[in-house]
């Protein structure tokens, strides 16, 4: 029988993590850890992937709902093999920390040559909105690790001068050696968006993710059906459940581009069904994290691996805060490895829950 218990801990971020819809310094995480009755020493651990204002159970419920399925398991009464459309992050959480029980949780949960350490994943550069200054200097950083796709936040600072860091940017570097993205996080309006777009198309951007807010499903077709700049759906995609639901949006906005953000969208099994229904349309996809730690980024990673899409993901690494749990994941240059020879601390695990 399978036992569950809830840990609960604060992540402080290196840097504020800013974006349009606000600024956050520290992240809540609640972990699921999971045993077998008769041999406590070994857990499965998942991580709930919350993220305010975005996810769509990060509300008064999601702890309720948390105690109610912990103890659900204790009782032998929970089915794991019904989805919980409503609480995403529970669902990631609960799909990972089984995998990791299943395998003697060795956090290796997806083996492969990128778990063996002979292959890597590549990334874009995230840029995250600040001054110009600051947003400078992020990129120059990127551009001297080596990244050759960056992925721009854009929508909270004047877009002039997002315009200009962009230009200044392409006018430096052409298409061909490096490719960028941006991400309007749903910032702009109706009225403004076309005029947005028409700017931005003379930088060759590769993408702009969700330039409309979500919801606005005929005027998003239409910018698609248009295709100044390719549009890839994010927010859009947050709570349509189920696969039939995923189908019937996708074909009637048509979109360049879906991101997949496995802790947001229901986890790994949901993330497959937006994968099937895009290639089905010709549509093409990569991954994203969503502000996880180590724990929920290493199951995100290694899943990333094996579909085999060579396109950048965005991934997060280790070094996104201060008090992250270590871990084999490594970054080299543009490059995320699992690096075999680094081993986890969860020592996290064994302290008192607060």
């Known amino acids: 029988m399978i036992k569950a218990e809830v840990i609960h801990r604060e992540f402080d971020y290196r840097r504020p993590a800013t974006t349009s819809r606000g600024t956050y310094t520290r992240k809540s995480v609640y972990f699921i850890l999971l045993h077998h009755e008769d041999n406590p020493e070994i857990k499965g651990v998942g991580e709930c992937s919350l993220f305010p204002g975005l996810s769509t159970d990060d509300g008064y419920k999601f702890p309720c709902t948390l105690r109610e399925v912990v103890e659900d398991i204790n009782r032998g009464n929970f089915n794991f093999e019904t989805p919980l ?11 990972t920390a089984i995998s990791d029980l299943e395998k003697k949780g060795s956090k290796i949960l997806y083996p492969s040559d990128f778990t063996e350490g002979k292959e890597a994943i ?28 960056l992925k721009m936040k854009i929508g909270a600072l004047d877009f002039d001068h997002e315009f200009a860091l962009l230009s200044h940017i392409r006018n430096t570097f052409p298409p061909s050696e490096l490719e960028l993205r941006v991400d309007a996080n749903g910032a702009f309006t109706s009225d403004e968006v076309m005029e947005k777009l028409e700017r931005l198309k003379k930088l060759s951007i590769h993408s702009i993710e969700q330039p409309i807010s979500q919801g606005n499903v005929k005027e998003m077709r239409k910018l698609c059906k248009k295709s100044i700049v390719p549009i890839a759906l994010d927010e859009e995609l947050i709570g349509v459940y189920p696969k039939q639901k995923k189908n019937e949006l996708l074909e009637e906005i048509m979109p360049q581009y879906i991101i997949l953000k496995p802790g947001i969208l229901g986890g790994i099994n949901a993330c497959e069904e937006w994968i099937q229904a895009a290639q089905n349309l010709g549509i093409r996809w990569w991954i994203t994290s969503a502000l996880e730690t180590n724990i929920g980024l290493n199951a995100i990673a290694q899943w990333t691996y094996t579909l085999k899409n060579t396109m950048p993901h965005g991934l997060s690494t280790g070094e996104l805060f201060a008090n992250n749990i270590a871990s084999p994941l490594s970054l080299i240059g543009e490059k995320l490895y699992y690096d075999r020879l680094q081993k986890w601390d969860l020592s996290i695990f064994q302290q008192q829950n607060t």
Do not use: V
């Open 85 to 95: 459309y409503q609480f995403p992050s529970i669902q990631f959480a609960l799909e």
């Open 122 to 149: 590549r990334i874009n550069g995230l840029i995250w909105m600040g001054s110009r200054e600051d947003m400078e200097k992020q990129i120059q950083e990127k551009l001297e690790q080596g990244f050759r796709c």
